[in-house]
Protein backbone atom coordinates (compact mmCIF):
# COMPACT_ATOMS: atom_id res chain seq x y z
CA UNK A 1 0.00 0.00 0.00
CA UNK A 2 1.35 3.40 -1.01
CA UNK A 3 1.64 5.64 2.63
CA UNK A 4 1.49 8.48 1.00
CA UNK A 5 2.56 10.67 -2.26
CA UNK A 6 5.72 12.95 -0.67
CA UNK A 7 6.86 15.26 -3.03
CA UNK A 8 5.69 16.76 -6.67
CA UNK A 9 8.15 18.90 -8.39
CA UNK A 10 6.12 20.63 -10.93
CA UNK A 11 9.05 21.85 -13.47
CA UNK A 12 8.55 21.41 -16.72
CA UNK A 13 10.13 18.66 -18.41
CA UNK A 14 14.14 18.51 -17.72
CA UNK A 15 16.68 16.52 -19.41
CA UNK A 16 16.82 13.63 -17.47
CA UNK A 17 13.10 13.07 -17.95
CA UNK A 18 13.47 13.55 -21.91
CA UNK A 19 16.76 11.34 -22.26
CA UNK A 20 16.53 9.43 -24.97
CA UNK A 21 17.11 5.78 -24.22
CA UNK A 22 19.44 4.78 -27.33
CA UNK A 23 19.00 1.17 -26.67
CA UNK A 24 15.30 1.18 -26.93
CA UNK A 25 12.43 1.37 -29.15
CA UNK A 26 10.43 4.73 -29.26
CA UNK A 27 6.77 3.33 -29.80
CA UNK A 28 4.95 6.68 -29.54
CA UNK A 29 7.27 10.13 -30.39
CA UNK A 30 4.85 13.00 -31.37
CA UNK A 31 5.45 16.49 -32.35
CA UNK A 32 3.63 19.37 -31.52
CA UNK A 33 -0.29 17.29 -31.63
CA UNK A 34 -2.98 19.67 -31.81
CA UNK A 35 -6.66 19.55 -31.65
CA UNK A 36 -9.49 22.19 -32.43
CA UNK A 37 -13.06 20.64 -31.94
CA UNK A 38 -15.62 23.48 -33.46
CA UNK A 39 -18.66 23.53 -31.39
CA UNK A 40 -20.92 25.71 -33.74
CA UNK A 41 -19.26 29.29 -33.64
CA UNK A 42 -16.62 27.52 -31.00
CA UNK A 43 -13.38 26.07 -31.19
CA UNK A 44 -12.20 24.54 -28.17
CA UNK A 45 -8.58 23.89 -28.40
CA UNK A 46 -7.79 20.19 -26.90
CA UNK A 47 -4.64 20.21 -27.49
CA UNK A 48 -2.03 22.74 -27.90
CA UNK A 49 0.94 21.46 -29.29
CA UNK A 50 1.79 18.07 -27.70
CA UNK A 51 5.17 16.34 -28.20
CA UNK A 52 6.06 13.05 -26.87
CA UNK A 53 7.98 10.11 -26.61
CA UNK A 54 7.50 6.68 -25.13
CA UNK A 55 9.90 3.80 -25.32
CA UNK A 56 9.11 0.26 -25.12
CA UNK A 57 9.07 -1.11 -22.04
CA UNK A 58 7.81 1.85 -20.30
CA UNK A 59 4.42 2.45 -18.15
CA UNK A 60 3.66 5.62 -18.11
CA UNK A 61 0.83 7.35 -16.50
CA UNK A 62 -1.16 10.55 -17.92
CA UNK A 63 -2.40 12.73 -15.39
CA UNK A 64 -4.49 16.01 -15.00
CA UNK A 65 -7.60 17.81 -14.43
CA UNK A 66 -11.04 17.20 -15.99
CA UNK A 67 -10.77 18.74 -19.76
CA UNK A 68 -6.95 18.93 -19.67
CA UNK A 69 -6.79 16.77 -22.74
CA UNK A 70 -6.02 13.27 -21.52
CA UNK A 71 -8.93 11.38 -23.40
CA UNK A 72 -8.16 13.50 -26.43
CA UNK A 73 -4.59 12.08 -26.43
CA UNK A 74 -5.85 8.70 -25.87
CA UNK A 75 -7.69 8.69 -28.87
CA UNK A 76 -5.04 10.04 -31.49
CA UNK A 77 -2.47 7.70 -29.63
CA UNK A 78 -4.55 5.10 -30.36
CA UNK A 79 -5.86 6.05 -33.85
CA UNK A 80 -9.06 6.53 -33.61
CA UNK A 81 -8.85 10.11 -33.88
CA UNK A 82 -6.85 12.31 -36.13
CA UNK A 83 -4.96 15.75 -34.75
CA UNK A 84 -5.73 18.93 -36.28
CA UNK A 85 -2.00 19.48 -36.68
CA UNK A 86 0.87 17.87 -35.87
CA UNK A 87 3.30 14.40 -36.21
CA UNK A 88 2.14 10.89 -34.95
CA UNK A 89 4.80 8.30 -35.08
CA UNK A 90 3.75 5.01 -34.06
CA UNK A 91 6.02 2.05 -33.63
CA UNK A 92 7.66 3.78 -36.22
CA UNK A 93 5.07 4.21 -38.48
CA UNK A 94 4.62 8.03 -39.98
CA UNK A 95 0.27 7.83 -39.12
CA UNK A 96 -0.60 10.78 -41.27
CA UNK A 97 0.84 8.90 -44.11
CA UNK A 98 -1.63 6.05 -43.89
CA UNK A 99 -4.21 4.99 -46.43
CA UNK A 100 -7.86 5.11 -43.75
CA UNK A 101 -8.16 1.19 -44.12
CA UNK A 102 -4.50 0.12 -43.16
CA UNK A 103 -4.88 2.58 -40.17
CA UNK A 104 -7.48 0.19 -39.44
CA UNK A 105 -5.58 -2.96 -39.60
CA UNK A 106 -2.53 -1.01 -37.62
CA UNK A 107 -4.64 -0.05 -34.74
CA UNK A 108 -6.11 -3.74 -34.74
CA UNK A 109 -2.60 -5.31 -35.00
CA UNK A 110 -0.62 -2.63 -32.57
CA UNK A 111 -2.50 -1.61 -30.20
CA UNK A 112 -4.61 -2.67 -27.15
CA UNK A 113 -7.13 -0.44 -25.71
CA UNK A 114 -8.98 -0.67 -22.33
CA UNK A 115 -11.85 1.26 -21.52
CA UNK A 116 -13.17 2.84 -18.08
CA UNK A 117 -16.50 1.29 -18.72
CA UNK A 118 -14.83 -2.22 -20.09
CA UNK A 119 -16.70 -2.36 -23.79
CA UNK A 120 -16.84 -5.73 -23.73
CA UNK A 121 -20.44 -7.49 -25.41
CA UNK A 122 -22.38 -8.51 -23.09
CA UNK A 123 -24.36 -11.47 -25.04
CA UNK A 124 -20.67 -13.13 -25.97
CA UNK A 125 -18.86 -15.67 -23.62
CA UNK A 126 -15.96 -13.89 -21.75
CA UNK A 127 -13.61 -16.51 -24.09
CA UNK A 128 -15.80 -14.90 -27.48
CA UNK A 129 -14.78 -11.44 -26.63
CA UNK A 130 -10.95 -12.05 -26.19
CA UNK A 131 -11.48 -13.96 -29.49
CA UNK A 132 -13.17 -10.99 -31.39
CA UNK A 133 -10.07 -8.93 -32.13
CA UNK A 134 -7.90 -11.96 -33.76
CA UNK A 135 -10.69 -12.57 -36.12
CA UNK A 136 -9.15 -10.19 -38.61
CA UNK A 137 -5.84 -11.89 -38.41
CA UNK A 138 -4.97 -15.03 -40.48
CA UNK A 139 -5.13 -17.27 -37.55
CA UNK A 140 -6.69 -20.59 -37.53
CA UNK A 141 -9.82 -20.96 -35.21
CA UNK A 142 -7.92 -23.20 -32.86
CA UNK A 143 -5.39 -20.86 -32.76
CA UNK A 144 -7.48 -18.24 -31.67
CA UNK A 145 -8.78 -20.05 -29.15
CA UNK A 146 -5.38 -21.13 -28.25
CA UNK A 147 -4.34 -17.60 -27.86
CA UNK A 148 -7.60 -16.76 -26.28
CA UNK A 149 -7.28 -18.90 -23.42
CA UNK A 150 -3.14 -18.31 -23.58
CA UNK A 151 -3.94 -14.35 -22.27
CA UNK A 152 -7.00 -15.47 -19.91
CA UNK A 153 -4.91 -17.29 -17.85
CA UNK A 154 -2.25 -14.45 -17.89
CA UNK A 155 -5.08 -12.38 -16.35
CA UNK A 156 -5.61 -14.60 -13.66
CA UNK A 157 -9.24 -15.66 -15.83
CA UNK A 158 -8.81 -19.75 -16.97
CA UNK A 159 -11.31 -20.62 -14.87
CA UNK A 160 -14.06 -17.90 -16.06
CA UNK A 161 -13.63 -17.97 -20.10
CA UNK A 162 -17.37 -19.61 -20.65
CA UNK A 163 -18.79 -16.74 -18.43
CA UNK A 164 -20.91 -13.73 -19.63
CA UNK A 165 -19.33 -10.42 -18.88
CA UNK A 166 -22.66 -10.07 -16.46
CA UNK A 167 -21.57 -12.80 -14.10
CA UNK A 168 -18.19 -11.30 -13.48
CA UNK A 169 -17.67 -8.74 -10.67
CA UNK A 170 -16.21 -5.46 -12.05
CA UNK A 171 -12.41 -5.91 -11.43
CA UNK A 172 -12.97 -9.37 -13.46
CA UNK A 173 -14.85 -8.06 -16.39
CA UNK A 174 -11.90 -5.23 -16.47
CA UNK A 175 -9.41 -8.34 -16.80
CA UNK A 176 -11.18 -9.62 -19.51
CA UNK A 177 -10.49 -6.29 -20.93
CA UNK A 178 -7.62 -6.56 -20.65
CA UNK A 179 -6.79 -10.27 -22.23
CA UNK A 180 -8.91 -8.52 -25.16
CA UNK A 181 -6.17 -6.01 -25.14
CA UNK A 182 -3.37 -8.58 -25.59
CA UNK A 183 -5.15 -10.70 -27.52
CA UNK A 184 -3.02 -9.64 -30.80
CA UNK A 185 0.43 -9.10 -29.00
CA UNK A 186 0.01 -5.43 -28.96
CA UNK A 187 2.96 -2.91 -29.62
CA UNK A 188 1.37 -0.76 -27.02
CA UNK A 189 -2.17 -1.12 -24.65
CA UNK A 190 -3.67 1.91 -23.82
CA UNK A 191 -6.01 2.53 -20.89
CA UNK A 192 -7.93 5.01 -20.02
CA UNK A 193 -9.20 5.22 -16.69
CA UNK A 194 -9.32 1.90 -16.58
CA UNK A 195 -9.84 1.84 -12.71
CA UNK A 196 -12.39 4.74 -12.53
CA UNK A 197 -15.58 2.45 -12.40
CA UNK A 198 -13.96 0.32 -9.30
CA UNK A 199 -13.79 0.22 -6.05
CA UNK A 200 -10.38 1.18 -4.51
CA UNK A 201 -8.86 -2.64 -3.60
CA UNK A 202 -10.20 -4.00 -6.95
CA UNK A 203 -8.66 -1.17 -8.97
CA UNK A 204 -5.02 -1.91 -6.90
CA UNK A 205 -5.62 -5.56 -8.01
CA UNK A 206 -5.99 -4.18 -11.63
CA UNK A 207 -2.86 -1.92 -11.66
CA UNK A 208 -0.76 -4.21 -10.22
CA UNK A 209 -1.51 -7.01 -13.17
CA UNK A 210 -0.58 -3.90 -15.62
CA UNK A 211 2.37 -3.83 -13.41
CA UNK A 212 3.00 -7.22 -13.97
CA UNK A 213 2.53 -7.19 -17.64
CA UNK A 214 4.94 -4.47 -18.42
CA UNK A 215 7.44 -5.89 -15.92
CA UNK A 216 7.03 -9.57 -16.54
CA UNK A 217 6.49 -8.97 -20.19
CA UNK A 218 7.68 -5.62 -21.23
CA UNK A 219 4.65 -4.39 -22.47
CA UNK A 220 3.96 -0.56 -23.10
CA UNK A 221 1.52 0.87 -21.03
CA UNK A 222 0.04 4.02 -21.08
CA UNK A 223 -2.62 4.64 -18.45
CA UNK A 224 -4.79 7.50 -17.90
CA UNK A 225 -5.79 8.14 -14.55
CA UNK A 226 -6.26 10.97 -12.25
CA UNK A 227 -5.74 9.24 -8.67
CA UNK A 228 -2.29 9.83 -7.59
CA UNK A 229 -2.10 6.76 -6.22
CA UNK A 230 -2.49 4.66 -9.50
CA UNK A 231 -0.34 7.62 -11.16
CA UNK A 232 2.78 7.19 -8.68
CA UNK A 233 3.08 2.75 -9.85
CA UNK A 234 4.07 3.85 -13.72
CA UNK A 235 7.69 4.54 -14.22
CA UNK A 236 6.97 7.97 -15.94
CA UNK A 237 4.02 10.56 -15.16
CA UNK A 238 3.31 12.92 -17.55
CA UNK A 239 0.97 15.71 -16.30
CA UNK A 240 -1.66 17.71 -18.62
CA UNK A 241 -2.70 20.98 -18.02
CA UNK A 242 -4.88 23.07 -20.99
CA UNK A 243 -3.77 20.85 -23.83
CA UNK A 244 -0.20 21.52 -22.74
CA UNK A 245 2.42 19.29 -21.10
CA UNK A 246 3.21 20.54 -17.64
CA UNK A 247 5.51 18.12 -16.31
CA UNK A 248 7.08 15.14 -17.15
CA UNK A 249 8.71 13.37 -14.46
CA UNK A 250 10.25 10.35 -13.36
CA UNK A 251 8.82 7.91 -9.97
CA UNK A 252 11.28 6.89 -7.62
CA UNK A 253 9.38 4.22 -5.06
CA UNK A 254 10.97 3.82 -1.51
CA UNK A 255 10.53 0.78 0.11
CA UNK A 256 11.56 0.87 3.71
CA UNK A 257 12.45 -2.55 5.47
CA UNK A 258 10.33 -4.49 7.26
CA UNK A 259 9.20 -3.00 10.63
CA UNK A 260 10.26 0.51 9.94
CA UNK A 261 7.16 2.71 9.90
CA UNK A 262 8.85 4.48 7.45
CA UNK A 263 10.80 8.11 8.17
CA UNK A 264 10.79 10.30 4.87
CA UNK A 265 13.60 12.46 6.89
CA UNK A 266 15.66 9.67 6.26
CA UNK A 267 15.46 9.42 2.87
CA UNK A 268 15.44 13.30 2.06
CA UNK A 269 19.07 13.65 1.33
CA UNK A 270 19.57 10.61 -0.73
CA UNK A 271 20.24 10.89 -4.61
CA UNK A 272 16.47 11.78 -5.60
CA UNK A 273 16.58 13.71 -9.31
CA UNK A 274 14.94 16.74 -9.26
CA UNK A 275 11.89 16.52 -10.98
CA UNK A 276 11.19 12.65 -9.81
CA UNK A 277 8.04 11.81 -7.65
CA UNK A 278 8.84 10.27 -4.82
CA UNK A 279 6.36 7.52 -3.37
CA UNK A 280 6.91 6.23 -0.15
CA UNK A 281 6.06 2.57 1.20
CA UNK A 282 5.96 1.61 4.76
CA UNK A 283 7.49 -1.24 5.99
CA UNK A 284 5.23 -4.15 6.78
CA UNK A 285 4.47 -4.31 10.73
CA UNK A 286 2.93 -7.13 12.55
CA UNK A 287 -0.46 -5.60 12.28
CA UNK A 288 -0.29 -5.97 9.11
CA UNK A 289 0.50 -8.97 8.98
CA UNK A 290 -2.33 -10.43 11.17
CA UNK A 291 -4.82 -8.59 9.02
P1 LIG B 1 -9.97 14.92 -20.26
O1 LIG B 1 -10.01 13.52 -20.76
O2 LIG B 1 -8.64 15.34 -19.75
O3 LIG B 1 -11.05 15.19 -19.27
P2 LIG B 1 -10.85 15.64 -22.94
O4 LIG B 1 -9.75 15.22 -23.86
O5 LIG B 1 -12.02 14.74 -22.86
O6 LIG B 1 -10.25 15.91 -21.49
O7 LIG B 1 -11.35 17.07 -23.36
C1 LIG B 1 -10.48 18.18 -23.61
C2 LIG B 1 -11.32 19.37 -24.05
O8 LIG B 1 -11.91 19.11 -25.31
C3 LIG B 1 -12.46 19.70 -23.11
O9 LIG B 1 -12.63 21.09 -23.08
C4 LIG B 1 -13.64 19.03 -23.78
O10 LIG B 1 -14.83 19.68 -23.45
C5 LIG B 1 -13.31 19.17 -25.25
N1 LIG B 1 -13.84 18.07 -26.07
C6 LIG B 1 -13.54 16.75 -25.95
N2 LIG B 1 -14.18 16.02 -26.88
C7 LIG B 1 -14.91 16.91 -27.62
C8 LIG B 1 -15.78 16.79 -28.74
N3 LIG B 1 -16.01 15.60 -29.32
N4 LIG B 1 -16.35 17.91 -29.23
C9 LIG B 1 -16.09 19.11 -28.66
N5 LIG B 1 -15.27 19.29 -27.61
C10 LIG B 1 -14.69 18.22 -27.08
MG1 LIG C 1 -11.15 11.81 -20.18
Redesign the pocket.
Known amino acids: MLASIQEAATTGPTEAALAPHPDRKCIIDTHELRKV?Q?GEME?H?LRGVSIQIYEGEMVAIV??????????MAILGILDVPSAGKYMLDGIEIQQMHEDDLALIRNDRIGFVFQKFNLLSRSTVLDNVILPMIYRGLSKNDRIDRAKQVLEMVGLGDRIHHKPTELSGGQQQRVAIARALANDPALVLADEPTGNLDTKTGEQIMELFHKLNKEQGITIVI?THDPEVAAQADRIIS?RD?LIEADQTTIQHKFPEGDEGDIDEIANEDIPENAVLTVEKGPTDADKTE
Open positions: YMVAGPSGSGKSTLVLG
